[in-house]
């Protein structure tokens, strides 16, 4: 019994599997949720277009129809949008909800405010700026870029800070 026990474990896992199953242990179960509602969003989001034929057969397709003799397209909604309008009932200016979305929304746009003056500030004051060169290194970005992105900061604050 000892021999079957020690032969399992010599030949029967590897040590390619032992740190699948270690890896698969590290990542966190949010992440895992994540990515499957990440992807099921993707595809809850898909267009379903109704197609009959000539022979008056219906097809359910994420493609236009096929131009054939007799063939018609109705695009339909798909069954996410159809939830998210049904969902969202019309509240009146007034409601607590929407005033409390109101300020909200009035606490973020503060809050992004500060952080456009800083990125502002960090970029004036710093003198060199790290930028990615598209090959997944790191270089120094010259004058005119560094120009370029204060621009940029600058009129990000004169958009949204008034």
């Known amino acids: 019994m000892l021999e079957r026990w020690f032969a399992a474990r010599l030949y029967g896992t590897s ?10 242990t ?44 007799g063939a018609r397209e109705q695009k339909m909604a798909a069954p996410a949008q ?13 409601s607590p909800e929407q005033a409390d979305l109101a300020a ?3 606490r973020m ?10 990125n502002v500030s960090v970029l004036k004051d710093s003198e060199k700026m790290i930028v990615p060169d598209g090959k ?11 120009a370029v992105e204060i621009a940029q ?3 990000r604050v004169a958009e949204n800070c008034k």
Not at 39 to 63: E, L
Not at 109 to 118: G, H, P
Not at 136 to 146: F, M, N, S, T
């Open 136 to 146: 997944g290194a790191l270089q120094v970005a010259d004058a005119r870029r560094r």
């Open 104 to 106: 909200f929304n009035e």
């Open 26 to 69: 590290m990542i966190p179960r949010p992440l895992y949720v994540a990515l499957i509602l990440s992807a099921a969003h993707g595809i809850a989001q898909a267009q379903v277009i109704k197609c009959k034929d000539a022979s008056g057969r219906t097809t359910y397709q994420s493609t236009p129809c096929a131009p054939e003799q």
């Open 82 to 94: 159809k939830a998210a309008s049904a969902a969202a009932p019309k509240k009146d200016p007034g």
């Open 109 to 118: 746009r503060v809050r992004m405010c500060e952080i456009y003056r800083k």
């Open 153 to 155: 900061a600058e009129q």
């Open 15 to 24: 040590p390619f599997h032992a740190c699948l199953s270690q890896i698969a």
